[in-house]
Each structure stands twice: as structure tokens, then as C-alpha cells.
């Protein structure tokens, strides 16, 4: 069924029809036409442009298609261009010639809109609710930590050591950024384009801001032509899911290298592990792996719908249909990534062990050159200091810990005995003890300021 054929003398030619529908797409938004084009139905009604008897009969039979939609049971049909004229052939089967009022005033263009933003309204706060989970099992983990050590990189070089649950907690933030952007993006998002017609807004009168409220929308839009093409909003929460994305893909690469032999810092549950069709000892992190592969896809769809909206010259362009699809895919990508992760690393287990052994003493370099600031050097005579420790030890083929007391005053006066207790990577990380540092309190303190944030939140992972 088309909504568009009377100026016509013939059909679409086939190929093109398959190229212009949106249906196989759009249906996902079944719910959110329907509840729609219930408003709409009551707008007109109390804009006079319907009577009592009329509305009722389109209400009930949209009713009875929402039913269906709910069931599973609505059946689409070859002829159906879109999730519009689906369920506007369904409503005329229904009641009749009746159902051919339901249009009047509005446009396809106002309507997907409208059922768009309806359905990424009621989309984020699932999102948010799946990042609340993995922000959950990340402050089990770390809590599970104790206080463990590892080696902290930079450059994927050992730097310094840090509390195991430091660097748990470390992913935690990037999540709690992306709840922010999802939650700020909702704002944005309720913004009902529904009355603004093809493009100049409509003519009966349809009270906007009584269907903004009846819809959930917290604004109205303040201009037609802007209202019909605005896809801002996902433009933006493609950002949101590839940004998501990015920072789960980080975590996982940290996951696929920490698990590999060289390094065993953790172990991989059987559960969440694949192995080799040639390879009878492999136990790979494919899970992970996809994880960060996602992350890539996400990007594309994000690079992809930018440059389709950059060349748009007016308000309602077909370019638009192309909106949709990457949206529902990086919900339905984020949706199945995000819990299968959090059972994933949930089952693994920590080597705390493999960790502490990774730590050597040349990781207390830093400690050196804050052990002579302590006793007054400048900080850069005794970073300068630190170093020649460092190419001592190494040309001696000893850890910094092993040099003498005169190898190090022959360094620099300023080195005492006291200086080998710098050198212990436990009292290392217990002087890191400033706001967001690593030292145990810094840390316990990290932890229960996550937990005040997702106070409230569904806590069962």
C-alpha cells in the first residue's frame, strides 16, 4: 500500500520499490507508530477535525494493532512501503474508510520522525541500565582485588605499580562519561517533531504541546522545517555507542593481552573461552576480541551517517531512510556486548601471584627521585640522579634494590640507607595517597564514591 500514488499513471518499477521501501527496517518502530498515531487521532479530535464516533473507531482499531504488534501476529505485507502504510492498510481492514482520516494534517516526514525519537527515548535508559551492570562487576572485581599489586604501563612498558583495583576502577570512569553523554543526549532527544507536517507545519490546528505531553516529550519543536530533517540526535548517540564502544574495546584489549602465557595475569573461564580446530591447546579470548572488533563497526556506522546527513540541501530528504539502520544496529551490537562481558569477567579469575612478580625494582625509579626531593633536591637533579641508578644497575646487570649504599652516594651524597625502603613496591603505592591516586585508602575511597553513583541502580549481575 502506498500513500502517495494519485498523481501517478503507473507503478514503481520493481527493483525500484525494493530500493525506496523502508519497511524490513522501520517495523522495529511498530510500537512507537502506533502510539503515535494514537495521539495524533486524539489531537484531531479536539481539534474538531474528527468526530467523537470516528475517533473512537481509530483508537480501538489501532488499539487492536498494537495488540498484534505486542503478539507477534500483525502480518505485513509485500505491498507495505513502510511501518506507516503497514499499519494504516492494517487500520483501514479494520474499521473501514474511517481509517483514512488518520492523516489528515500529518506528514511521513513529522511521523518517522516523531516514532525515531520515540523509540531512542525508550532505548537509552536500557543502555544506561547495561552500563550500570558492568560498572557493577567492575567494583566487584576490584573489591575481589584486595590489595594486590600489578605493574602499571605506559607505552605498554612497565612505569610504576599500582593496586590491582586501581586499575579495575580505572574502566569504571569511562563508563560513568558515557551514562552522562546518554543521559544529557536524552534531553535532546525528547523534542517532539509530531504537527510539523512535510515541512511547513499543519493547518488544523492540532494542539503540539498536548501531544508532546501525551507522548512523554518534555519540548516541542520550534520550527517546522528544522523539525522534519534534525537527526542530531542520532547522529549523536552514534557518537555515544562508538565512544561506548572504544572504551569497552580498550578494556578488552587489556584483557586479551593480560591473558596471553607471557603475561597470565588472568585466566580465562571455560565458559566465555574458545579453542583451535588444529590448535588442541589454545583457549583463546574470542569474546573479547569481538568486543574490540565491534568497536570499529561502530565507528564506520557513526563516519557513514555523518557524511550522509553533510550534503543534505532542504529539509526532508529520502538520504534520511539511511538513519535508522546504524542507530538499531549499534543498539542491538552495544545491547549484546555489554552483558556478555560482564558474565565473561566476572568468571575470570585473578593471578594476583603473576601480577606481584611482575613488579622489579627498577618500577621504584620514580620512588628514587621523589626519596632526594624529600631531602631537598631539585626534581630535576634528582630525576637526573635516578636515571644513573637506573644505568648503573643495569650495566651491573642488578635491580635497584641490589646497587650499594656507595653506589648510590656516589650517585649523589644525598642517598642515606633509608632510601631501600623507597624501593618496596608495597610502600610505593601507599604514598600515592592524593585524591583518585593508588594507595589503599585512595582507592577505598575511589570505590565507594562509584558506589554512591550507582546508588539506586539494579545491583544483581
Known amino acids: 500500500m502506498t500513500l502517495w500514488g494519485g498523481r501517478f499513471n503507473g507503478k514503481l518499477d520493481q527493483l525500484a520499490w525494493e530500493l525506496n521501501a523502508s519497511i524490513s527496517v522501520d517495523k522495529s518502530m511498530a510500537e512507537e507508530d502506533v502510539d503515535g498515531s494514537l495521539v495524533w487521532a486524539e489531537g484531531l479530535r479536539l481539534a474538531g477535525v474528527i468526530e467523537q464516533t470516528e475517533f473512537e473507531l481509530i483508537s480501538n482499531g489501532l488499539t487492536s494493532i498494537k495488540e498484534e504488534i505486542n503478539q507477534g501476529s500483525f502480518d505485513y505485507s509485500a505491498l507495505d512501503e513502510d511501518i506507516h502504510s503497514a499499519i494504516e492498510r492494517r487500520l483501514t481492514e479494520l474499521i473501514g474508510s474511517s481509517a483514512r482520516k488518520l492523516h489528515t494534517g500529518r506528514s511521513r516526514n513529522d511521523q518517522v520522525a516523531t516514532d525515531f525519537r520515540l523509540w531512542m527515548m525508550r532505548r537509552i535508559p536500557r543502555l544506561i541500565e547495561e552500563l550500570n551492570f558492568f560498572q557493577h562487576i567492575l567494583i566487584i572485581k576490584a573489591e575481589e582485588s584486595g590489595d594486590s599489586l600489578m605493574p602499571g604501563y605506559t607505552h605498554l612498558q612497565r612505569a610504576q605499580p599500582i593496586l590491582t583495583a586501581h586499575w579495575w576502577m580505572s574502566h569504571f570512569w569511562p563508563l560513568e562519561r558515557d551514562k552522562e553523554r546518554l543521559e544529557s543526549l536524552s534531553t535532546r532527544v525528547s523534542v517532539l517533531p509530531l504537527g510539523s507536517g512535510a515541512l511547513a507545519g499543519n493547518p488544523v ?235 589503599p585508602s585512595s582507592v577505598k575511597d575511589q570505590i565507594a564514591k562509584a558506589k554512591s553513583l550507582i546508588k539506586g541502580e539494579k545491583e544483581n549481575v
Open 205 to 439: 490546528n492540532v494542539d503540539r504541546e498536548y501531544l508532546a505531553k501525551k507522548l512523554g516529550f518534555s519540548q516541542t519543536s520550534q520550527n517546522s522545517l528544522d523539525a522534519v530533517s534534525d537527526r542530531d540526535f542520532a547522529a549523536e548517540f552514534l557518537f555515544c555507542a562508538t565512544l561506548i564502544g572504544t572504551h569497552i574495546s580498550k578494556l578488552a584489549e587489556q584483557m586479551v593481552i593480560f591473558t596471553s602465557a607471557e603475561f597470565g595475569f588472568f585466566t580465562l573461564s571455560d565458559e566465555f573461552s574458545t579453542g583451535s580446530s588444529l590448535m588442541p591447546q589454545k583457549k583463546n579470548p574470542d569474546l573479547f576480541e569481538l568486543s574490540r572488533g565491534k568497536a570499529g563497526t561502530l565507528l564506520g556506522l557513526l563516519v557513514g551517517f555523518l557524511t550522509t546527513l553533510k550534503g543534505l540541501p532542504s529539509t526532508y530528504d529520502k538520504d534520511l531512510q539511511e538513519d535508522k539502520a546504524p542507530v538499531f544496529t549499534a543498539f542491538s551490537s552495544l545491547t549484546l556486548i555489554l552483558p556478555v562481558l560482564v558474565s565473561a569477567i566476572k568468571a575470570i579469575s585473578q593471578n594476583k601471584d603473576r601480577m606481584a612478580s611482575a613488579i622489579d625494582s627498577f618500577m621504584m625509579a620514580t620512588d628514587l627521585a621523589d626519596y632526594l626531593t624529600e631531602k631537598g633536591v631539585p626534581f630535576r637533579d634528582a630525576h637526573e640522579s635516578a636515571g644513573k641508578a637506573v644505568k648503573i644497575a643495569s650495566q651491573k646487570g642488578l635491580g635497584l634494590d641490589q646497587l650499594s649504599i656507595e653506589d648510590y652516594q656516589f650517585i649523589n651524597p644525598n642517598f642515606f640507607k633509608d632510601l631501600f625502603t623507597w624501593l618496596d613496591p608495597r610502600e610505593s603505592v601507599n604514598r600515592k595517597n592524593s585524591l583518585g591516586g593508588t594507595s
